[in-house]
């Protein structure tokens, strides 16, 4: 009898925890929409403006997938896996090829370590800003891609 309270408590408990968890606004879900589907390249590395060489192979850019997948490249690396949008905040997890790569400006590398310590995330027209904890730019891109 003892085991059907606690049980039936636990269910409880879960259920109504699980309903607290509240739906995308209709705003977030515009938000996601924007981030999807859509070839973003990198425009700033923090506040330094960032502009491809005329003889690089690749430019550091993402693709969000509506899929929960991410791809992209690093300027010299392949980059591929996965992201959770929960609001504003963007948790991503990323891994990538380890080619070699002549890069004086460490370009890859702080693109690299910049992408690591994303929290979240702000899109508006042809900008995506990818944000550290206290809301500072970490990335910036543009994408030719048209709003939804």
Same mark, same amino acid.
């Given at each position: ?6 049980? #039936? #408590?636990? &269910? ?7 309903? &607290? ?11 996601? /929409? ?14 330094? /403006? ?7 192979? #690749?430019?550091? #850019?993402?693709?969000? /997938? ?9 300027? &010299? ?23 070699? &790569? /002549? ?21 508006h027209n042809q ?10 730019v970490l990335l ?9």
């Amino acid at each position: 009898m003892l085991k059907t309270i606690l049980y #039936s #408590s636990l &269910c409880g408990t879960l259920l109504l925890m699980a309903g &607290c968890n509240s739906l995308p606004s209709k705003q977030q879900l515009q938000n996601i /929409e924007q981030l999807q589907n859509k070839d973003w390249v990198l425009s700033y590395l923090g506040n330094t /403006e960032f502009k491809a060489t005329p003889d690089a192979h #690749s430019v550091p #850019s993402l693709r969000f /997938e509506p899929t929960q997948q991410l791809t992209g490249s690093d300027g &010299c690396n392949r980059l591929l896996g996965g992201y959770v949008v929960q609001g504003q905040t963007l948790q991503l997890s990323v891994a990538s090829t380890k080619i070699f &790569c /002549e890069d004086p400006q460490q370009t890859t590398q702080n693109f690299n370590q910049r992408l690591a310590k994303v929290t979240g995330y702000q899109v508006h027209n042809q900008n995506l800003r990818l944000l550290d904890p206290h809301g500072n730019v970490l990335l910036q891109f543009q994408t030719n891609s048209p709003n939804p």
